[in-house]
């Protein structure tokens, strides 16, 4: 069906969704419910946030925000469809969340590279967060000139080309995630190493194991990663969602069924940021009370003594 800019209606008198953005008349139920989910988390978050003074997790806060917005603004699109000013609000908010979504994720990161061990980090771990949200940030803004254009064209041409400015952002995201997912896993893989010798460590102290120190390394750590990986997962499957979306086109089968929407964006982005609510790094993260940090040369030094 045709994109009209026009409101055109059936002959009942009500609004004929299909020649609008939407394709077909969205379920203003299930927006709300969207909204209020977000809503909810974001809540628990600033909670958490203060309670464990975990303030580097405001993207978090600010990204659930964000996703409440764009489904409360989509409730309002559905009530003025052919208004491409708040279809482009919502468009907006729900598509630009997730990059604060994945900037928690490389944030949580660091600071799990910050509490096992800096040293098994492949790089820097204050540099985590601003190579890969700086990534992120040239993303944002390509992803928001392409919505613009997208909603905001006024010709086919114009539509057109902000949905493939749009595809780029997103593939630029994915690219960024990408690394940031095996990033994840060679510092996993080397901090079981070092976990392994430091049981190898206590086990050759035999006798004089008191000389071996505690470990501040908090034993839900590897929770917290395990939580970081399904999260992050979840934007990577989303990210890849949303390109085969907008590679379908505006008027695709994709775009114009929202139930694809809500399953492929809304609940994973949900989840996301659930799932650091039930395993929060200010808990996970709590170093151990009366132990000292043992970096991988301590241990060395131990076992070669």
């Known amino acids: 069906m045709p994109l009209s800019l026009t409101p055109m209606y059936n002959p009942d008198g009500s609004y004929d969704y299909s020649y609008s953005l939407f394709g077909e008349k969205p379920n203003k139920q299930l927006a709300y419910v969207a ?59 729900i598509v630009i969340a ?14 799990i590279m910050v ?34 254009l997208l909603v905001g064209g006024t010709t086919m041409d114009m539509v057109n080309t902000g949905n493939w400015i749009l595809i780029g ?13 095996v990033l994840c896993v060679v510092f996993n893989r080397r901090a079981a190493r070092a976990q392994a010798d430091r049981a190898e460590a206590v086990a050759a102290a035999g006798g004089a194991m008191a000389a071996l120190p505690a470990s501040h390394v908090n034993p839900r750590w590897p929770a917290l990663f ?16 949303r390109v085969i979306e907008f590679a379908k086109g505006y008027d695709g089968p994709i775009a114009t069924n929202e139930i694809y929407m809500y399953v492929f964006d809304t609940i994973l982005m949900a989840v996301a940021l ?20 043992q970096p991988v040369e301590m241990l060395e030094t131990i076992m070669t003594a």
């Open 35 to 93: 909204a209020a989910v977000f809503v909810v988390t974001a809540i628990v978050h600033l909670a958490q946030a203060i309670r464990f003074k975990t303030r580097y997790m405001a993207p978090a806060i600010i990204g659930a925000l964000m996703e409440a917005l764009g489904y409360f603004a989509r409730t309002k699109a559905i009530d003025d469809p052919f208004n491409t000013s708040v279809y482009a609000v919502q468009q907006f908010f």
């Open 98 to 111: 997730p990059v604060l979504v994945a900037a928690t994720q490389y944030i949580t990161l660091e600071h």
């Open 115 to 148: 509490h096992v061990d800096s040293s098994l980090a492949p790089v820097r771990p204050s540099l985590v967060a601003k190579i890969f949200v700086g990534g992120d940030a040239v993303s944002f803004v390509v992803q928001a000139a392409g919505s613009g």
């Open 169 to 181: 952002g997103l593939l630029l995201q994915i690219l960024s995630f990408s690394c940031f997912l």
């Open 226 to 241: 395990l939580a970081l990986m399904f999260g992050s997962a979840c934007v990577m499957i989303r990210s890849v969602f």
């Open 274 to 293: 659930y799932i650091l609510n039930f395993v929060h790094p200010g808990v996970a993260l709590r170093p151990v009370k009366g132990a000292v940090p």
